[in-house]
């Protein structure tokens, strides 16, 4: 009898015990859900010729800084959906200070991207922002549902940027950041800031207490993250006069892939300088587009510039437009 008790009390401690024990392993080694898993941007740094990286750690923290952003266009079809953005101090950078005045910036241009990458029909639509600088274009269009290649190579913008994309939340997961510079070789350079404007920063070995970055081709970007069969491509480039450093670095990008349009900075002769692009070299990216299908035109779509006349261009920001939208 008192045997018979104790069996069936230990066959009961025994069952409870396994069933707490599997209980317990399940609840630690269950696969993590959507829900669980953090979302967060790629993070790509191109090279191994840096002893550094950039630490993601350095963007996640406070976030002060960051406020809601309601970009707005007069273009049809613009959505005023609002996101957070995160801003340099104030006082320390123009684009930054404009933002928390007027809560907008280069609308007209983010309304362009955005009904470009609308067209897109038959492939996926991608946004590649090189010099995404804050992000004011990348983060409204991933916010939109697209995704997103931004290309930002200074590391206290690049901070700011990402932040920005992790405020996302799953949206998070369709951007990706490239830590790089762009030109037309790969090579250690010197970032150099410019006081002011953190977006104005520019190539300049001279610079001694510059960020060393690594520069890479455009094309790196487009064989490492775009397929030529199913991604179409609508690009922002605007990298401190080094635009014609990249596309003549990587002409074979124009000519293989199914990009539509291009909203380049070209403002050589209106800003007073040439550095990098002088007029040879803009007359040669002109060339490149052109035998490739492209009118040039204004910002607004509304005047087809003459490609012979490209070194002289009075204009800020252009259009290399491939297909009507």
């Known amino acids: 009898m008192r045997w018979s008790i104790f069996r069936r009390r230990l066959t009961l401690f025994i069952v409870t015990f396994m069933t707490l024990q ?3 392993f399940l609840t630690i080694r269950r696969p993590s859900t959507t829900q669980d898993r953090r979302s967060g941007p790629e993070l ?3 090279g191994s010729n840096l002893e550094t990286s950039f630490d993601v750690s350095f ?10 952003i309601e970009q707005q266009g007069s273009r049809s079809e613009f959505p005023t959906r609002p996101f957070d953005l995160c801003l340099q101090k104030a006082g320390k950078d123009l684009i930054s ?3 928390r005045s007027e809560n907008s910036w280069e609308a007209d241009i983010t309304a362009l991207l955005y009904k470009a990458l609308k067209k897109v029909d038959d492939k996926r639509a991608v946004f590649l922002d090189v010099g995404a600088n804050l992000g004011i274009h990348s983060v409204f269009i991933a916010a939109n549902d697209f995704p997103v290649i ?4 200074t590391w206290v913008t690049l901070a700011k940027l990402y932040k920005s994309v992790t405020l996302l939340g799953p949206k998070a997961d369709s951007v990706t950041i490239v830590a790089n510079a762009v030109s037309s070789e790969r090579k250690v350079v010197t970032m150099s800031a410019m006081k002011g404007n953190f977006g104005g920063a520019r190539i300049d070995d001279n610079d001694q207490r510059g960020q060393k970055v690594e520069t890479i081709l455009l094309a790196d970007i487009f064989d490492r993250l775009i397929s030529k069969d199913k991604d179409a491509v609508i690009i922002k480039m605007d990298i401190e006069g080094y635009e014609c450093d990249a596309i003549l670095g990587s002409e074979n990008v124009i000519s293989d892939y199914d990009i539509s349009l291009v909203v380049m900075e070209w403002r050589f002769r209106a800003a007073g300088f040439s550095g990098p692009c002088p007029p040879e ?3 040669r990216v002109a060339k490149v587009f052109t035998s490739n299908g492209f009118e040039p035109r204004s910002i607004d779509l509304e005047t087809e510039l003459d490609a012979d006349e490209a070194p002289d261009w009075p204009v800020m920001d252009m259009v290399w437009l491939k297909r009507s939208i």
């Open 22 to 24: 599997a209980f317990v």
């Open 44 to 46: 790509v740094q191109f």
């Open 59 to 68: 963007a996640i923290g406070d976030n002060s800084t960051c406020h809601t």
């Open 97 to 99: 200070d404009r933002l």
């Open 150 to 153: 931004a290309v930002e190579p």
């Open 281 to 283: 070299k803009r007359q």
